[in-house]
């Protein structure tokens, strides 16, 4: 687990600020020729505006955060090269459903994605509709409603489940638990159906984790990994 930190907040509080990101702008003859290389492997992938992350603290159990807009070409081409550029990291909320019996449930991304073949939980970079009018923004609801899209869940009322921040070089993934109330057999129909009723869904499939045998470095990304390796060892 060497260079990725957990750490549990009990909120997150996220706003909007106003950027000049440098260095997308001095690289921009680059970035577009490398977005139009992948999109060409990829036609159905889209260049919208996303949130990336431009300042963090967390105090008192509460992370804070500033994002601002930029394009989705900039954000794949700084993870594709490696996180060149140290002052912004590409953060996300995503949901972390467990089955009653104990499965966590991962997804695996369709061949028409970016991301095609991986395999983590249902999540997505936070864009405009994640904004509120007075410029925070929701990355709970962000959360959940990528779990809704891509599978169909809701997550259950109940208390606030708090988060896990996990850090992986240029990439911050913000955790939140989903107890669900089915076993995993059940749950698995429930998304099989909603995948079935999709013309075209972002998953192509869905990976349950119950041991530290069931993980896939290959396909899966190392925030994932590491936090449920530290769920299983009881350490997270």
């Not at 036609?43 to 949130?51: Q, W």
């Not at 140290?86 to 009653?100: C, D, I, K, Q, S």
Request: with cysteine.
């Amino acid at each position: 687990m060497t260079g990725v930190t957990l750490t549990p907040a009990r909120a997150v509080a996220a706003r909007m600020i106003a950027h000049d990101w440098a260095w997308a702008r001095d690289n921009r003859a680059a970035i577009a020729a490398h977005w139009e290389r992948r999109r060409a492997a990829r036609p159905a992938m889209f260049n919208g505006t996303v949130l990336l992350l431009r300042r963090w603290t967390l105090a008192d159990g509460v992370l804070d955060l500033e994002l601002f807009e930029a394009e989705f070409a900039a954000l794949l081409a700084l993870k594709d090269w490696g996180f060149p550029d140290g002052e912004v990291l590409n953060v996300f909320a995503a949901a972390v459903p467990r089955t009653r019996d104990g499965a966590f449930l991962l997804g695996e991304m369709g061949p028409h994605t970016a991301a095609a073949g991986r395999v983590y939980f249902p999540c997505g970079t936070p864009d405009p509709t994640d904004i509120a009018p007075d410029g925070r923004v929701d990355l709970a609801a962000s959360a959940l409603r990528e779990l809704r899209e891509e599978t169909g869940l809701v997550a259950p009322e109940g208390p606030e489940p708090g988060w896990v921040i996990v850090r992986d070089g240029g990439l911050m993934a913000l955790l939140r638990p989903v107890p669900l109330a089915e076993d995993e057999a059940q749950v698995r129909a429930r998304i099989a159906a909603h995948l079935a009723a999709e013309a075209e869904p972002e998953l192509s499939g869905i990976v349950a984790v119950r041991t530290e045998a069931d993980l896939d470095p290959a396909r899966m990304p190392g925030f994932a990994r590491h936090y449920l390796e530290a769920v299983l060892a009881g350490t997270a």
